[in-house]
């Protein structure tokens, strides 16, 4: 069974920090996504990266930055925190070997910033 | 225009009612179809898959069609548990991989 896991399921920052949010998986996913949640307006796709080192700004990057050094992980950076960056994170991945891969979803992060 | 559009509801209906739900996709290029469900609080977890030929998995059968854009889901005998909210997903090919573009999501209630 797929394992999407995520550092941490709740996190409070303060306005300005660098706030930095793990993915793990353990399905040797090439693919990796970032989304962000909010009431009324969906799931919003920050970054993705379908391979090491490679990474495409999704229709939310301003404020975001990822890093994928390995292929097990991809990691979500808020370079200056602010508040409207408070949201549910969530993170998956998806095989890019199988022909219409379903996406696997980690248990999300509540992020507040204060 | 929105890529995936979802009727937001709440659909309202009792215990064993059957119920349906759309979504339509601007984009004849897509690729692949899924329907996932969230319960409140939590993360999506796969529905099932979307096939040109429609599929069916115990209670709930999912169509495409392809001419018109978009995608059905059909509950059968509705249960207490199937409340949550329904995401419809469209996988568009782009460079090497895919992107996925979520639906907002139409929200079912079932009440006793």
């Known amino acids: 069974d797929v394992k999407v896991t995520q550092s941490s399921r709740y996190l409070v920052k303060r306005t300005g920090e660098k706030v930095f949010l793990e993915c793990v998986q353990d399905?040797?996913?090439?693919?990796m996504f970032w989304y962000r949640q909010d009431p009324g307006l969906g799931l919003r796709l920050i970054y993705f990266?379908?391979?090491?080192?490679?990474?495409e700004k999704g229709d939310i990057p301003e404020g975001y930055s990822v890093s994928r050094e390995k292929k097990e992980r991809f990691s979500l950076i808020l370079e200056s925190a602010s508040t409207n960056q408070t949201s549910m994170y969530l993170c998956a991945s998806s095989s890019l070997r199988q022909v219409g891969a379903p996406q696997h979803f980690g248990d999300g992060t509540r992020l507040s910033i204060l | 225009r929105k890529e995936v559009e979802q009727d937001p509801g709440p659909f309202n209906v009792p215990e064993g009612a059957t119920v349906a739900f759309n979504c339509t996709y601007s984009?004849?290029?897509?690729?692949?179809f899924f329907w996932y469900r969230q319960d409140c609080r939590k993360e999506p977890k796969l529905l099932m898959s979307v096939y040109s030929s429609g599929n069916e998995d115990g209670r709930f059968t999912a169509q495409l069609n392809r001419a018109s854009q978009y995608i059905s889901l059909l509950i059968r005998d509705s249960k207490l548990s199937d409340s949550a909210t329904y995401l419809c997903v469209v996988n568009l090919a782009s460079g090497g991989s895919y992107i996925p573009t979520f639906g907002r999501g139409t929200s079912l209630i079932v009440h006793p």
């Open positions: 399905m040797d996913h090439e693919n």
């Open positions: 984009n004849s290029a897509s690729q692949s």
């Open positions: 990266s379908y391979d090491v080192k490679m990474k």
